[in-house]
Structure formats: structure tokens, C-alpha cells
């Protein structure tokens, strides 16, 4: 059984930051490819950052620039560091890992960006 933990979501006025974090726990061997996705009201879901075990990334065109993601492989987790948040981030931010070839997601953590 895996299970992810993600925090550091919340409301924040636009131009600002937050951190988030996803820990993965459980019947992990090695952990493939970490990304955080995010759902909007009414949109489909969408890759926002994604990051292989070797350090590799990929980023969605909206946030380059933007957000960073980085992982520790020695605690399983990975994180993203969101930097100048616009009202169009808004959404419910998950956290996904690739073990062998499954995938788990993480509950979700809400990003609020006021203007």
C-alpha cells in the first residue's frame, strides 16, 4: 500500500508564494516520476511540474519561470515552489508518483490566489 501526504496549500494574495509538499509512505521500492497536477473548477486536470528520479523535469508553459519542483529521494518527497501567484493558479493542487508502471495521487490540497 502507498500513501501520499501533501500540505502547504492555502490562500494567498496574488505576487506571493507557497511551498508544497508531497511524502510518500509505504510499499516503496523506487519511486520513478514525481509531478504535481492541478484541477480547476469546471477544467480538466492538467500537469503543472513533473520530475524524474534522476533530476530531469518538465514544466507547464503558464508556470515556467514560475514554479520549481525538486524531490528527495532519501524521504520520498517532492515539492514545489510557487513564486509570483496569479489568480489563474487557482485550483486543487495533487501530487503524483510512478512506481514501476502505477500510478498514485495524492487527496489534493487547495491553492487559493486572491487578486
Known amino acids: 500500500q502507498v500513501h501520499l501526504t501533501e500540505s502547504g496549500g492555502g490562500l494567498v494574495q496574488a505576487g506571493g508564494s507557497l511551498r508544497l509538499s508531497c511524502a510518500a509512505s509505504?510499499?516503496?521500492?523506487?519511486?520513478?516520476?514525481m509531478g504535481w497536477y492541478r484541477q480547476a473548477p469546471g477544467k480538466q486536470r492538467e500537469l503543472v511540474a513533473a520530475?524524474?528520479?534522476?533530476?530531469?523535469?518538465n514544466y507547464a508553459d503558464s508556470v515556467k519561470g514560475r514554479f520549481t519542483i525538486s524531490r528527495d529521494n532519501a524521504k520520498n518527497t517532492v515539492y514545489l515552489q510557487m513564486n509570483n501567484l496569479k489568480p489563474e493558479d487557482t485550483a486543487v493542487y495533487y501530487c503524483?508518483?510512478?512506481?514501476?508502471?502505477?500510478?498514485?495521487w495524492g487527496q489534493g490540497t487547495q491553492v487559493t490566489v486572491s487578486s
Open positions: 503524483k508518483i510512478r512506481v514501476l508502471v502505477t500510478d498514485y
Open positions: 509505504g510499499n516503496i521500492f523506487n519511486i520513478n516520476i
Open positions: 520530475i524524474t528520479r534522476g533530476g530531469t523535469t
